[in-house]
């Protein structure tokens, strides 16, 4: 007998992150509303058995792995939202160097392995990488839900859009936070 295969997987996005990047300024007060609800998401998800994937950008340093990148943003200003969302032992890490986390890593393979169809996504920036993981999730014919409050952007304005965008055009299911409920381990989120 074989032990069940989630079919729900929950995507953080570019969230270890040292913020000293263009429009960081604008970027963080976002991130610090979005970071709680993560957290929450997380704690809910691993308790489920739901798989967590981190999907990150390298940030021009090729040569590191998913340690070095999270003990550079530990050890960088904004530490206190990278500590609440830490990757756990049974997290995966995907390192990204573009806007989608599908584009040229291996993650559509892990999710694959791990008989995911439903992706539920968090994570930043809402209207650039979060909008275009989704698309490219559409395309593969994955289930999407966007997690609205567990999502952070630049330009709030432009971040609505795309929320609207992604609910139109892609069929994401848009849902804050606290509606988000693992029903078993093989169910996708409600």
Known sequence: MSAA???????VIDMINT???????????????????????LAAARAR???????????????????????????????????????????????????SIFYETPLMYLLWELGVR???????VTEQCVLYSALDAHIRHLDVTVV?????????RLADAALEMMRRNMGAHIVRGQDVTFTQDTEPPT
């Open 5 to 11: 295969r989630p079919s729900a997987a929950v995507i």
């Open 118 to 124: 439903h992706v539920v996504l968090c994570g930043q």
């Open 19 to 41: 913020y000293d990047h263009q429009d960081a300024d604008l970027l963080l007060p976002g991130a610090r509303k979005a970071v709680p609800v993560i957290a929450e998401l």
């Open 148 to 156: 609205s409050d567990a999502v952070a952007p630049i330009h709030r």
């Open 49 to 99: 058995g739901v798989p967590v994937v981190y999907a990150n950008d390298n940030f021009g340093q090729w040569r590191s792995h998913h340690g070095e990148l999270v003990d550079a943003a530990m050890a960088g200003p904004h530490a206190d939202l990278v500590e609440p969302i830490l990757p756990d032992d049974d997290a995966l890490f995907v390192v990204k160097a573009r806007h």
